[in-house]
T-cell receptor
Framework: DADVTQTPRNRITKTGKRIMLECSQT?????MYWYRQDPGLGLRLIYY???????NKGEISDGYSVSRQAQAKFSLSLESAIPNQTALYFC???????????????FGDGTRLSIL | RKEVEQDPGPFNVPEGATVAFNCTYSNSASQSFFWYRQDCRKEPKLLMSVYSSGNEDGRFTAQLNRASQYISLLIRDSKLSDSATYLC????????????FGKGTRLSVIA
């Protein structure tokens, strides 16, 4: 079984719909992240969470919201989807490494989201 | 200066060649450095961490140059299966901030 699981893997929906992407992990990591990736733009951080109930905005949080109700789960919502939110979305996790440096991040398989 | 900067490539090399990528970072206080590999439309996967003393894993060698603020990745005896995008990843500030990902360098190994 994958350590970081994203659902759904693929989703096609219409403009204006509310969409939720789920991420669950069995790695026991405290830290979780949501990214989107568009061709030529690399990975862009949407939101991140360092613990349950801890939520932080990333580079491109407008139009998105997240929920971290349990250590193992971090969900991303698009309240009213628009076509330019069509992208590949990744969830990632990492462990805390004291006060010096950070642990590497581990990614889920991704969710391909298309908004028509 | 961008936080993490990489030459996007593509680097087109024949099988068996040696190829090297550099990546520059802007924050001299950065402590953690990684190379990730990403295949087309797949998730990034950790290739190796980069330590101050440098490290080697088979055909792959990573180096850190703090004075010039860059890290490098050397791939020896390139294989077709090495074709991918290589992402340079750095923490910009303290341990309480997310990692910053470069946009990647694309490598194509040609038969």
């Amino acid at each position: 079984d994958a350590d970081v699981t994203q659902t759904p893997r693929n989703r096609i929906t219409k403009t204006g719909k509310r969409i939720m992407l789920e991420c669950s992990q069995t790695k026991g990591h405290d830290r979780m992240y949501w990214y989107r990736q568009d061709p030529g733009l690399g990975l862009r951080l949407i939101y991140y969470s360092f613990d349950v109930k801890d939520i932080n905005k990333g580079e491109i949080s407008d139009g998105y919201s997240v929920s971290r109700q349990a250590q193992a789960k971090f969900s991303l919502s698009l309240e009213s989807a628009i076509p330019n939110q069509t992208a590949l979305y990744f969830c990632a996790t990492s462990d805390k490494l004291g006060t010096v440096g950070v642990e590497a991040q581990h990614f889920g398989d991704g969710t391909r989201l298309s908004i028509l | 200066r961008k936080e993490v900067e990489q030459d996007p490539g593509p680097f087109n090399v024949p099988e068996g060649a040696t190829v090297a990528f550099n990546c520059t970072y802007s924050n001299s206080a950065s402590q953690s450095f990684f190379w990730y590999r990403q295949d087309c439309r797949k998730e990034p996967k950790l290739l190796m961490s980069v330590y101050s003393s440098g490290n080697e894993d088979g055909r792959f060698t990573a180096q850190l140059n703090r004075a010039s603020q860059y890290i490098s990745l050397l791939i020896r005896d390139s294989k077709l299966s090495d074709s991918a995008t290589y992402l340079c990843v750095v923490n910009m500030r303290s341990g309480n901030t997310p990692l910053v990902f470069g946009k990647g360098t694309r490598l194509s190994v040609i038969a």
